[in-house]
């Protein structure tokens, strides 16, 4: 009787050493372990928020996975799903495998269903394709690729709708983004979003900030910075997804909400470190264009006194500055006309 009790205790905490509690457990040896009807959670705590029952679950420590047979998932206490067969993460390590899935529907597409799929591929590096049935409109294909590196990080994500049975036509989008720097004093941060038609979102975002997305930006910027020196480059477009109808008359066209590309903008900034009196300088130049309309040359300079003292228990600061502004306009010859006294009442 003493054996039996010690033998039942000490399986008793070897379950628990493992993350749930179980009837029966055999050691198989290199971390290596059988659990016969058993509960595995790795939440801590009496309440658990998810909890897996099983008739057997094996779990291998070495590689971070468990799997489960004739198994119930339970979301605190209340019984959710059940399979024969579960294969599952026993660690905090990264894991190739299926993510949850999305299940949905709505009035534009119909039942829809997307099953990601995760790819660990590298320690700065993964991937996730998503599978995505739309219902009335077809087969979607999503994925994104996320790379990381000492110093660079980005991420390339797009999705392909081939013949969308609702639109009629083929449909993408694609997005990459990137922000780095060669070394301690130059920078780089670039991003390019573009889809297939000005109806994308509206059709095939299922969430409410897709669907309000008016604007794509595609900039690429560099930057050097040093001690009391900044300078920056930058290029800036943007795809525009309210686009006038054709058909509009040039009074709402002359006033379409297009934004200006900046190509390019050049941007200084100087100030000196030596306190308490410190001179600075901002300037800037911009060239602003937009198709079928007026644009625009700005130089912009400020020049800076700044003076400031702290004392600790009081401190004082004070600020003077010119700042003068240019503006240089081309294309009024290009630009839409309109004849106002044909709007009035």
């Known amino acids: 009787g003493v054996a039996k009790a010690a033998l039942e ?4 905490y070897l379950a628990v050493d493992l993350g749930g509690k179980a009837i029966r457990v055999n050691s198989l040896g290199d971390n290596q372990y059988r659990l016969r009807n058993a509960d595995y959670s790795t939440c801590p705590g009496p309440t658990k928020a998810w909890l897996l029952s099983a008739k057997r679950i094996e779990l291998d420590r070495q590689t971070g996975r468990g799997v489960a047979h004739d198994a119930t998932m339970k979301i605190y206490g209340v019984p959710v799903l059940y399979t024969p067969y579960l294969n599952f993460p026993i660690d905090d390590k990264r894991h190739s495998g299926v993510l949850p899935p999305t299940i949905g529907s709505s009035s534009d597409s119909g039942f829809e269903l997307a099953v990601p799929y995760y790819f660990n591929l590298a320690p700065n590096y993964d991937a996730t394709l998503v599978p995505r049935v ?7 294909l999503g994925g994104q690729l996320r790379y990381l590196h000492e110093h660079h990080r980005g991420e390339f994500a797009g999705e392909y709708l081939p013949s969308d049975s ?8 694609f997005h990459y983004e990137h922000i780095g720097r060669f070394n301690e004093h130059f920078g780089i941060d670039a991003n390019y ?3 297939s038609d000005d109806q994308y979102f509206d059709d095939l975002s299922n969430d409410l900030a897709g669907t309000s997305t008016s604007q794509l930006e595609r900039a690429v910027r560099l930057t050097f910075a040093d001690t009391g020196v900044r300078f920056s480059l930058l290029a800036q477009d943007f795809q525009t997804l309210d686009d006038i109808n054709e058909d509009e008359d040039d009074f709402d066209r002359a006033f379409a909400n297009d934004p200006y590309t900046r190509l390019p903008q050049a941007r200084l900034e100087m100030l000196t470190p030596t306190a308490p009196f410190r001179v600075g300088f901002n300037g800037e130049f911009s060239n602003f264009k937009r198709d079928d309309d007026i644009d625009a040359l700005r130089t912009d300079a400020e020049p800076r006194l700044l003076w400031g003292v702290d004392r600790g228990g009081w401190y004082a600061n004070s600020e003077l500055s010119y700042r003068i502004t240019r ?3 081309r294309g009024f010859d290009d630009a839409p006309t309109v004849d106002a006294a044909a709007y009035e009442d």
């Open 9 to 12: 205790t000490s399986v008793k």
């Open 134 to 140: 739309l219902g009335d409109r077809g087969l979607q």
């Open 166 to 173: 609702e639109y009629g036509d083929d449909r993408s989008l």
């Open 193 to 195: 979003t573009r889809v």
């Open 327 to 329: 503006y240089d306009l």
